[in-house]
């Protein structure tokens, strides 16, 4: 329905757009789903402590805009609320895109969610496993780890671990993190994926 406005109420709107982002990082991969996990990442409200990471937020709540303009929505009430830790890593994700000089057109951004997953540890945190690993607690931990910056000095257990690190992460802007993190495993080894 492009260039069509529709009016549904706020609820309706958040649940397409949870919806949208579940599809955009493929929540439903060949061997497991992650519906758990998402709700957990889109219920937890982003904040931060860092100067000047307030940015990521709000280029987390860029998706919202994005989504209406694809879907043709006027998500007037729900652009308000807070970001939350789904579109942080979504939006960080959309900046790994744009960041590699890819030319074949395809869309990887759900390819960096997941790297970015990994890096923190709840890529294990499958619809099948998530009550078994404690994941209601679990996540949440992981979760506060990164917004706390309770992580290790080089990153290990935030979203941008790094092999070597000269600065403590935990007092570095994420998106200078994160641009450590794509010298150090991209662009340094001439492998810009």
């Known amino acids: 329905m492009k260039g069509k406005e529709r009016y549904l109420s706020a609820s309706e709107v958040r649940n397409e757009y949870f919806q949208w982002l579940c599809d955009v990082i493929y929540i439903n991969q060949e061997e497991h789903s992650y519906w758990f996990l998402a709700k957990a990442l889109h219920k937890k409200e982003y904040f931060w402590t860092v100067p000047n990471d307030d940015n990521r937020g709000m280029e987390g709540k860029k998706l919202r ?18 970001c939350t830790m789904l579109e942080l890593i979504v939006g960080l994700a959309k900046r790994f895109e744009d960041s590699m000089l890819d030319t074949s057109g395809e869309d990887r951004i759900a390819r960096w969610f997941w790297e970015l997953m990994e890096n923190c540890g709840l890529d294990k945190y499958t619809d099948e496993a998530y009550i078994d690993l404690d994941g209601p607690i679990k996540v949440d931990e992981i979760l506060n780890k990164i917004l706390e910056r309770t992580y290790k000095r080089d990153g290990r257990g935030g979203l941008f671990p790094l092999k070597e690190s000269k600065k403590d992460q935990r007092k570095v802007e994420m998106w200078y993190q994160m641009c450590s993190y794509l ?11």
């Open 65 to 82: 805009n994005l989504f209406a303009s694809e879907l043709g929505y006027h998500p007037k009430d729900f652009l308000e609320r807070p």
């Open 183 to 193: 010298l150090e495993n991209y662009y340094n080894k001439g492998k810009n994926v």
